[in-house]
């Protein structure tokens, strides 16, 4: 697929990189690991769905999981599961994403 747009690919690049991050945590955080983890791909998919159906209310639903997803991650780094390096470099992924995202939904209510 050559006509990806950018927000699925930076997405896809935050998904990646999760991997490398969860998998540092202790056994016993599974359930904060999975959030973090189910929750990106929900996003993915519901950026899938977005981008099908030209449906708002999807945008409105991915930036709810967004900021759930960086309360994960601020959570995660309270617990000193991952540094604060790793915390400004999501922090700043996420609002890459979210800045594309409400570029996309000004485009949506402009069309």
Not at 5 to 16: Q, S, V
Not at 22 to 39: A, S, V
């Amino acid at each position: 697929m050559n006509n990806k747009f950018n927000l699925e690919i930076k997405m896809k690049e935050f998904i990646l990189d999760n991997d490398t991050i969860i998998i540092n945590f202790p056994k016993r955080e599974y359930i904060l690991k999975d959030k973090i983890e189910t929750t990106s791909l929900e996003i993915l998919e519901l950026i899938f769905l977005a981008n099908n159906t030209n449906n708002n209310e999807y945008i409105d639903i991915i930036l709810s999981k967004i900021s759930m997803l960086d309360f994960y991650l601020e959570k995660s780094y309270k617990r000193k599961y991952i540094n604060k390096k790793v915390l400004e470099r999501k922090v700043y992924e996420l609002t890459l994403i979210t800045k594309m995202i409400y570029g996309w939904k000004n485009y949506v209510r402009d069309r």
